[in-house]
């Protein structure tokens, strides 16, 4: 069992930053994970695919809607994933949550086992 918690959410203005950062605890945490993802849901929307690291391999991927303003990384001693949101736009304004598993791609929401409960991310113009 892998327990997620993130933190790090807020009100931000348009072209600032705001670090999420997700914790990740379980006893069986190495085993029980090999990625981790960010995901957002706005009002009336779906959830969609942020960011994603393969936690072995390190292997990075992000949403086309972010690239060159997101950064996501891992702390392996803190069992931290963390995203680095620069150049934040009112559109980025969402839950954002964190998840864990064995997606065989990063950007696959329905195949994570673990999700965090969200933060709030409001962006404003």
């Known amino acids: 069992q892998v327990q997620l918690v993130e933190s790090g959410g807020g009100l931000a203005q348009a072209g600032g930053s705001l670090r999420l950062s997700c914790a990740a605890s379980g006893r069986t945490f190495s085993i029980s994970a090999d990625t981790f993802g960010w995901f957002r849901q706005a009002p009336g929307k779906e959830r969609e695919f942020v960011a994603g690291?393969?936690?072995?391999?390190?292997?990075?991927s992000y949403a086309d809607s972010v690239k060159g303003r997101f950064t996501i990384s891992r702390d392996n001693a803190k069992n931290t994933v963390y995203l680095q949101m620069d150049s934040l736009k009112p559109e980025d304004t969402a839950v954002y949550y964190c998840?864990?598993?064995?997606?065989?791609?990063?950007?696959?929401?329905?195949?994570?086992?673990?999700w965090g409960q969200g933060t709030q991310v409001t962006v404003s113009s």
């Open positions: 998840a864990a598993g064995w997606p065989s791609e990063a950007r696959f929401l329905r195949q994570y086992t673990y």
């Open positions: 690291i393969k936690w072995s391999a390190d292997i990075i």
